[in-house]
């Protein structure tokens, strides 16, 4: 109850949700192509909610689309102006089930000066499959002004691989428990193999997510895997960091 109303106020008072970013990096020249935006609490007597608590409870409580659009929007305020191509920002499934999504959407892009084509909007297989009239509208509005649509998680639901032509997807990203699977030899090397391949036939961008070492970097990179995502590389960082991040990598480059 009492975690229910402070999320409540949270997302009224300004500053208590931010926003963090993790950087995504192109496997082959190491060049930071995007960041993907997290939301984060930062409650007043607990320290850090996690967002695996914090965004159920936002759905359970009919306040997922305010928690997603003050996400939405500070993420395109803070990276409008960053020399990235890419902003990705993860959507509950109750989100893109509104039929106002798109709409929504649109007119932060509009508000914020937002390129929608540098855009990736991040979904999980579950919210694409439910075949919602609503959502499909939407993922469709959306493309048709060029946002962009990852599959987040992939491999850990339950649509089959065939699947993915039908879905209307730009890139997919790898769950990590496949990437920190390689080398107990239980056949992830073999899976994320197999989705990489696949994922070229069919024209899409792959992401491998919690990349932790060094072997799995170098792993990924031969299966020739696009982008590269986790703590070996950097872990979510607030605006100043990624900022700092970015300028680093610029002028180095
Ligand atoms: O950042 P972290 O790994 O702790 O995130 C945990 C989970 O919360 C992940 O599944 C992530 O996709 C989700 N998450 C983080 N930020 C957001 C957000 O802004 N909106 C939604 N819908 N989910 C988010
Ligand atoms: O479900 P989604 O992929 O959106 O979740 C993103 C979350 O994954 C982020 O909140 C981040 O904290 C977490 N994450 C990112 N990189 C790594 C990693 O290398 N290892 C682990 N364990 N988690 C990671
Ligand atoms: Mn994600
Ligand atoms: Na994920």
Redesign the pocket.
């Known amino acids: 109850k009492g975690l229910e109303q402070d999320l409540r106020s949270a997302l009224q008072a300004p500053g208590q949700i931010q926003v963090y970013y993790q950087p995504l990096y192109t496997a082959d020249t190491n060049r930071m192509a995007g960041v993907e935006?997290?939301?984060r609490w930062s409650h007043v007597e607990r320290g850090w909610v996690?967002?695996?608590l914090f965004?159920p409870l936002a759905e359970e409580m009919g306040l997922v689309e305010q928690?997603?659009e003050l996400?939405l929007r500070q993420a395109c305020l803070d990276a409008v102006h960053w020399p990235i191509e890419t902003l990705a920002v993860?959507?509950?499934a109750l989100q893109l089930n509104n039929p106002s999504f798109a709409m929504k959407v649109t007119s932060i892009l509009l508000e914020t000066q937002m390129d929608p084509r540098r855009l990736e909007l991040e979904v999980t297989e579950s919210t694409l499959s439910q075949h919602r009239t609503e959502c499909q509208q939407n993922v469709e509005a959306l493309r048709s002004i060029g946002v962009r649509f990852a599959l987040?998680d992939f491999g850990t639901g339950f649509s089959s691989l065939g699947r993915l032509q039908t879905l209307e997807v730009d890139r997919i990203k790898i769950d990590r428990s496949f990437v920190q699977g390689f080398g107990h030899s239980n056949g992830d090397e073999a899976i994320v193999q197999a989705i990489i391949d696949l994922a070229r036939a069919t024209g899409l961008s792959t992401t491998a997510e919690g990349v932790e070492t060094d072997s799995q970097c170098d792993f990924l990179r031969k299966l020739g895997c696009d982008q590269l995502q986790g703590f070996l590389l950097s872990r979510?960082v607030p605006k100043q960091e990624i900022e700092n991040l970015i300028t680093g990598a610029t002028r180095r480059a």
């Open positions: 935006a997290l939301a996690a967002p695996d965004v928690l997603g996400v993860n959507v509950s987040d979510p």
